[in-house]
């Protein structure tokens, strides 16, 4: 199988191109800075490299040099913005078999690829044959790891908890993905081969609470006709996630407490009690605390239930990770689906950027399904989008938007998303809706230096 090595800093574009030469059965690496890149060239070897010419810490033609110094065939091609042609006719004087302008069709980086393996081989090269989606479903249950500064510390929440025994509580808007991070705490945990139980607490009707969590024997109420294992003899050895725990009625609340305190259930009609070793994890979409001053949340259960705390954030506030999760759902729609949509229209993506998307993950996932639904084409485009989407890209932004030339305190802005990047270029560039380029000539004009 033919390997690549994708070297791209904007997310959303290589996580697009990645996707799209997976479909064609090529092999994929993908990294974001050329430190990343040069440390895989000194491990593995590579059939084709496709880099930026302008990389956050390095300039791509290290990773040019970084070859020819191996002495490999490897073919490099070297993607541009049309303001540093400059550095891509350097790159082919080094060496580099092709370069391309962005913004491109996918398509033809193919091409390029073709002629870099048949520069290798002397054999022409077709591309590769497209499978049929074998309409399973990605799994619901996969925890997507984004790359801005929000999902970073959210990661490393994550890694830092899952090997303890720790009781969580995940707090985070609705559709933010909380069961996903459960399941992952889980996962990472000593418990990952024993039962994860997930329960819906808004779900539970008042009067069967009691036998869905700690069970029953038969004939102990009228249609009780079997015995009944609860939610905690089921998860036991694992974890048990309650979701939307702040909904539970204030007996139940007495119960669960006696539970996780005693480790121990009785199931309803019995006089036997069952040892249980669980860890809870629970989630809310509500402000516990403020429920435990009002007196509707025990204090005492929001405490046992909050032996670390993490918060969710909104998909508004990952925007560097919206289009891998975009193309993540896409990428599971086409296998649900039986469909092969390949990407999504410049277009599209910038009405997804300015979308607030009050739904989050949960949403995002909905109206990319229905767009690889009603796609006719290989791309989604905004036709296909539900009319809120379509028409957030049409209105006007507020006056605090990030876009430069659209507002008269420049300086402002820029030291504004400087600040918090933490002094990240690129990612303030992107912040800013800009190429880095852009962004080193007005740092120039303004006189910033960092």
């Given at each position: 199988m033919v390997k690549i090595l994708l070297v791209e800093d904007d997310v959303a574009f290589c996580t697009m191109l990645k996707t799209f030469l997976l479909k064609k059965e090529y092999k994929v690496d993908a990294v974001y800075t050329a430190t990343e890149a040069l440390n895989l060239i000194g491990k593995e070897d590579y059939d084709v490299i496709i880099s930026d010419v302008r990389l956050p810490d390095k300039e791509g033609l290290e990773i040019l040099r970084a070859i020819n110094q191996k002495k490999v065939t490897t073919g490099v091609i070297m993607m541009t913005s049309y303001a540093e042609i400059s550095m891509a006719v350097n790159a082919m004087k080094e060496g580099a078999l092709d370069y391309i302008a962005k913004p491109f069709n996918p398509e033809v980086i193919i091409k390029s690829i073709n002629a870099a393996l048949d520069r290798n081989s002397g054999e022409p090269t077709l591309p590769a044959v497209k499978t049929k989606p074998t309409g399973k479903p990605l799994s619901n249950d996969t925890y997507i790891k984004g790359v801005s500064e929000a999902s970073s510390k959210l990661n490393n929440?994550?890694?830092?908890?899952?090997?303890?025994?720790?009781?969580?509580?995940?707090?985070?808007?609705?559709?933010?993905?909380?069961?996903?991070?459960?399941?992952?705490?889980?996962?990472?945990?000593?418990?990952?081969?024993?039962?994860?139980?997930?329960?819906?607490?808004?779900?539970?009707?008042?009067?069967?609470?009691?036998?869905?969590?700690?069970?029953?024997?038969?004939?102990?109420?009228?249609?009780?006709?079997t015995n009944k294992t609860g939610h905690f003899e089921a998860a036991n050895g694992g974890t048990l996630f309650l979701d939307e725990i702040g909904n539970l009625n204030y007996e139940l609340q007495v119960q669960l407490l006696r539970a996780l305190q005693e480790r121990k259930v009785k199931p309803v009609g019995s006089n036997e009690e069952i040892n249980v070793d669980i860890r809870v994890i629970a989630a809310t979409n509500e402000d516990l605390f403020e429920l435990v001053k009002k007196g509707e949340f025990r204090e005492d259960?929001?405490?046992?239930?909050?032996?670390?705390t993490i918060k969710v954030p909104s998909l508004k506030d990952r925007q560097e990770d919206l289009m891998i999760f975009a193309n993540y759902f896409l990428d599971s729609a086409n296998k649900e689906l039986e469909r092969d949509v390949a990407g999504f229209e410049e277009e599209t993506v910038s009405a997804f950027k300015s979308y607030t998307w009050p739904g989050n993950l949960r949403e995002l996932k909905n109206v990319v399904k229905r767009a690889v639904l009603l796609s006719e084409g290989d791309y989604i485009t905004p036709a296909v989008l539900p009319q809120e989407v379509r028409r957030s890209s049409r209105e006007e932004q507020p006056e605090a938007s990030y876009s430069l030339f659209k507002n008269k305190n420049e300086q402002e802005l820029i030291l504004d998303a400087l600040e918090k990047t933490?002094?990240?270029?690129?990612?303030?560039?992107?912040?800013?809706?800009?190429?880095?380029?852009?962004?080193?000539?007005?740092?120039?004009?303004?006189?910033?230096?960092?």
């Amino acid at each position: 199988m033919v390997k690549i090595l994708l070297v791209e800093d904007d997310v959303a574009f290589c996580t697009m191109l990645k996707t799209f030469l997976l479909k064609k059965e090529y092999k994929v690496d993908a990294v974001y800075t050329a430190t990343e890149a040069l440390n895989l060239i000194g491990k593995e070897d590579y059939d084709v490299i496709i880099s930026d010419v302008r990389l956050p810490d390095k300039e791509g033609l290290e990773i040019l040099r970084a070859i020819n110094q191996k002495k490999v065939t490897t073919g490099v091609i070297m993607m541009t913005s049309y303001a540093e042609i400059s550095m891509a006719v350097n790159a082919m004087k080094e060496g580099a078999l092709d370069y391309i302008a962005k913004p491109f069709n996918p398509e033809v980086i193919i091409k390029s690829i073709n002629a870099a393996l048949d520069r290798n081989s002397g054999e022409p090269t077709l591309p590769a044959v497209k499978t049929k989606p074998t309409g399973k479903p990605l799994s619901n249950d996969t925890y997507i790891k984004g790359v801005s500064e929000a999902s970073s510390k959210l990661n490393n929440y994550i890694e830092l908890v899952a090997p303890t025994g720790m009781s969580v509580l995940i707090m985070g808007e609705s559709g933010t993905g909380k069961e996903q991070i459960a399941r992952s705490i889980h996962d990472k945990s000593k418990r990952n081969q024993a039962p994860f139980v997930a329960v819906d607490c808004g779900a539970i009707p008042r009067e069967l609470a009691s036998s869905e969590f700690f069970g029953h024997i038969k004939g102990s109420f009228t249609g009780a006709v079997t015995n009944k294992t609860g939610h905690f003899e089921a998860a036991n050895g694992g974890t048990l996630f309650l979701d939307e725990i702040g909904n539970l009625n204030y007996e139940l609340q007495v119960q669960l407490l006696r539970a996780l305190q005693e480790r121990k259930v009785k199931p309803v009609g019995s006089n036997e009690e069952i040892n249980v070793d669980i860890r809870v994890i629970a989630a809310t979409n509500e402000d516990l605390f403020e429920l435990v001053k009002k007196g509707e949340f025990r204090e005492d259960l929001y405490h046992r239930l909050n032996e670390f705390t993490i918060k969710v954030p909104s998909l508004k506030d990952r925007q560097e990770d919206l289009m891998i999760f975009a193309n993540y759902f896409l990428d599971s729609a086409n296998k649900e689906l039986e469909r092969d949509v390949a990407g999504f229209e410049e277009e599209t993506v910038s009405a997804f950027k300015s979308y607030t998307w009050p739904g989050n993950l949960r949403e995002l996932k909905n109206v990319v399904k229905r767009a690889v639904l009603l796609s006719e084409g290989d791309y989604i485009t905004p036709a296909v989008l539900p009319q809120e989407v379509r028409r957030s890209s049409r209105e006007e932004q507020p006056e605090a938007s990030y876009s430069l030339f659209k507002n008269k305190n420049e300086q402002e802005l820029i030291l504004d998303a400087l600040e918090k990047t933490h002094g990240n270029k690129s990612k303030a560039a992107r912040l800013l809706s800009i190429d880095r380029k852009t962004l080193y000539n007005k740092l120039k004009q303004y006189g910033i230096n960092l």
